[in-house]
């Protein structure tokens, strides 16, 4: 299932194997989804708890969120299998390799709250659209977090792009 690392990759040249490059962009594509769809979850939960019913696109839009919401937080599941996964250890600690060690433990920091937080938020979602008390506010709060980490993603990654040049950011376009 993984790429096998040549014995002399060195940092700037170890990448990412295919199906992991894959599931992250999966994930990024569904959780920019979840960010577009969230206007829609809000409208259609206020409308039913109104008992009031709400349109038919908005309803759908809804269930779209909830189900992409789920899909997520099962590839994520999947992700972190594959991270514990003793014949994938070569690619567990691969986004920090080479960096120094601030940036390094900010890596693993910000993909550990990453994981936390996508395995999470489906539950936490979930529970809010069965009125399950506080999960809503602890789902927004979740919202935040994620948000700010995605924008400190983006950021550490341009960093790695334009001004450290180091390789990082090319791992996991599967790109040299």
């Not at 792009?161 to 950011?169: E, K, N, Q, W």
């Amino acid at each position: 299932m993984s790429q096998q690392l040549s014995p002399n990759a060195t940092p700037a040249t170890a990448r990412y194997s295919v199906l992991q490059a894959r599931l992250h962009w999966m994930v990024v594509v569904l959780v920019l989804l979840q960010f577009l769809l969230q206007g829609a979850m809000v409208d259609t939960m206020v409308a039913v708890r109104a008992g009031d019913t709400p349109g038919a696109g908005a309803y759908l839009l809804a269930n779209l969120h909830l189900l992409s919401g789920l899909v997520i937080g099962f590839l994520m599941a999947f992700r972190l299998y594959l991270r514990l996964d003793a014949s994938a250890s070569r690619f567990k600690d691969l986004a920090v390799q080479g960096s120094p060690g601030s940036l390094a433990l900010a890596a693993t920091v910000v993909h550990g709250l990453f994981y936390l937080l996508l395995l999470t938020m489906p539950i936490s979602g979930l529970s809010a659209w069965y009125e399950v008390p506080g999960a809503a506010w602890v789902h927004g709060w979740q919202k935040i977090a994620l948000l700010a980490l995605l924008l400190l993603h983006i950021a550490a990654a341009l960093l790695h792009l334009c001004l450290l040049r180091d390789g990082v950011f090319q791992r996991i376009l599967r790109v040299r």
